[in-house]
């Protein structure tokens, strides 16, 4: 049995007329996550049992051939091949890894996926690995059950591959695993083995 935790983490360097709403939230989330993970470390005690091998496939959850397209959410700017999220003020690519990005087609090719290692030897001097933290600030939670939504803004984000909907974190829990996130169902992260291979998207600090 493979054991999730849902996680979350303050949002940082929000705007100022923003300040106090993400106080709210950072403070009632954080007491979901503080839950979440005490029940997996519990669960984990009670079995004796470390996640296995084999992580959830998201090809093999009940989908529809096309997800539904959203309307771009007004925290995040448009810049070609970059999205700048107004709260968090990080600035993500738009395409995930083995993608390029076109004004008129959005994002082509396929997505590749990568070993955790391989997934953080990816980043340079500008762009990295998000942290698990701020894949979570992507993760739109109102789309929880709706499995015919991405969980995430499918207009600043387009064209994820609906089976490579896991993405690595840079957060690595210890030598044998790693945290990644997979985009379907309300956003669920979960440790998962390293050597296994996943979608990346990097993200960079605001210059």
Same mark, same amino acid.
């Given at each position: 049995?493979?054991?999730?935790?849902?996680?979350?983490?303050?949002?940082? =360097?929000?705007? !100022?007329?923003? +300040?106090?709403?993400?106080?709210?939230?950072?403070?009632?989330?954080?007491?979901?996550?503080?839950?979440?993970?005490?029940?997996?470390?519990?669960?984990?005690?009670?079995?004796?049992?470390?996640?296995?091998?084999?992580?959830?496939?998201? =090809?093999?959850?009940?989908?529809?051939?096309?997800? $539904?397209?959203?309307?771009?959410? /007004?925290?995040?700017?448009? $810049?070609? *091949?970059?999205?700048?999220?107004?709260?968090?003020?990080?600035?993500? +690519? @738009?395409?995930?890894? %083995?993608?390029?990005?076109?004004?008129?087609?959005?994002?082509?090719?396929?997505?590749?996926?990568?070993?955790?290692?391989?997934?953080? /030897?990816?980043?340079?001097?500008?762009?990295?690995?998000?942290?698990?933290? !701020?894949?979570?600030?992507?993760?739109?939670?109102?789309?929880?059950?709706?499995?015919?939504?991405?969980?995430?803004? =499918?207009?600043?984000?387009?064209?994820?591959?609906?089976?490579?909907?896991?993405?690595? /974190?840079?957060?690595?829990?210890?030598? /044998?695993?790693?945290?990644?996130?997979?985009?379907? *169902?309300? %956003?669920?992260?979960?440790?998962?083995?390293?050597?296994?291979?996943?979608?990346? @998207?990097?993200?960079?600090?605001? =210059?």
């Amino acid at each position: 049995m493979l054991c999730l935790a849902f996680f979350y983490a303050p949002l940082a =360097s929000a705007q !100022e007329n923003n +300040s106090g709403v993400a106080m709210k939230m950072t403070e009632h989330l954080n007491q979901l996550v503080e839950q979440g993970v005490n029940t997996m470390h519990q669960m984990l005690q009670k079995t004796n049992t470390t996640p296995p091998a084999t992580p959830p496939d998201a =090809s093999a959850r009940p989908m529809p051939t096309k997800l $539904k397209m959203d309307k771009i959410n /007004s925290r995040f700017v448009e $810049k070609q *091949d970059e999205i700048v999220d107004r709260i968090t003020h990080l600035v993500w +690519s @738009r395409c995930s890894l %083995g993608q390029l990005w076109d004004q008129n087609r959005g994002c082509v090719g396929k997505v590749r996926q990568y070993t955790y290692d391989q997934a953080l /030897s990816r980043g340079n001097q500008q762009w990295r690995l998000p942290t698990r933290a !701020e894949l979570a600030t992507l993760i739109d939670r109102t789309k929880k059950n709706q499995p015919e939504l991405l969980a995430t803004d =499918s207009v600043a984000f387009p064209d994820m591959e609906r089976d490579k909907l896991l993405y690595w /974190s840079s957060d690595e829990e210890n030598n /044998s695993f790693a945290w990644a996130v997979m985009f379907i *169902d309300g %956003g669920v992260p979960g440790i998962l083995y390293r050597s296994h291979r996943y979608a990346v @998207r990097l993200v960079r600090n605001a =210059s």
